[in-house]
């Protein structure tokens, strides 16, 4: 039997510490964002638990690494440049996969400092034929046995709303390559921020039933997402198999309940076309600050 494939998942870093705004750079929802950061998330989200996640990450020598975005808090242009540091110190463009988050689209001008900063964790293989386009979704990875689609939901939004949005065309060029992909011998995985899946209005993938529809019809074999900052798994009914959904807590996040202290998913990808494995682990932080395997289980679809 040959290898598995590993890809590891990790989301919500939310780097810390937050560089000091410009006045001018507050003037905007960034705003109530720094105020809640200081009064509490900075507690919430913690570098030294972030380290301690990415260390274990490092020990177990993934083939790849999917992060499924809020990297950053406010948008600050300075907060781009030090996410971007911190993504080298996981690998090179070729070895990481990075879609962003609501926090990643914080105000309407955080795209120019993104896609200056993640571009190349952010492209697929092929270029797109505009060589002036950078950040492009969805975009579409091979690696190995297993194909990465990179999508995004994140859309600028008003105080207190963190809501995503895919839009008509995404989910279109979404279902086609995944249906392009369907009879050949690759593992298809979307990476997404917002879960497909009901959730609060305020916080919502705004056309989750229609990203749905379109994942039934054509199909998935994983779905992996941030956003809730909390382990779960739910299923999605699709018209030749059912597809997991699964979410991991935010990997910075101070060990507070289980369910939601900093972790990582190592998901190892093995058989072929029509008789796929997949087995889950779930690693993080422990009370004590030592990171351990939470869980483990097999998917069948
Ligand atoms: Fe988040
Ligand atoms: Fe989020």
Redesign the pocket.
Known sequence: MSKPFVLAHLS?PHLGPLPRPGVRELVSKRLFGYINWRRSRRRLHRRDALDAVTRDLHGRQPDHVAIT??LVNIALPAEFVHARRWLETLGGPADVSVVP???DAYVAAAGIHRDQQWSPYMAGDVPVDDPNSVGTFPYLRRRGSVALIGVSTAIATPPFI?TGKLGEHQIACIAKMLDDLRTENVFRVVMI??PPLPSARH?CLIDAVAFQRALAAVGAELVIH??DHVHSLVWIAGNSGRIPVIGVPSASAVATTKQRAGAYNLYFIGGSLGAWTCEVVSRGLRPSGAVAELNRFALSW
């Open positions: 919500d975005g809020d988050g609501n926090h963190a921020h917002h916080k941030g956003h």
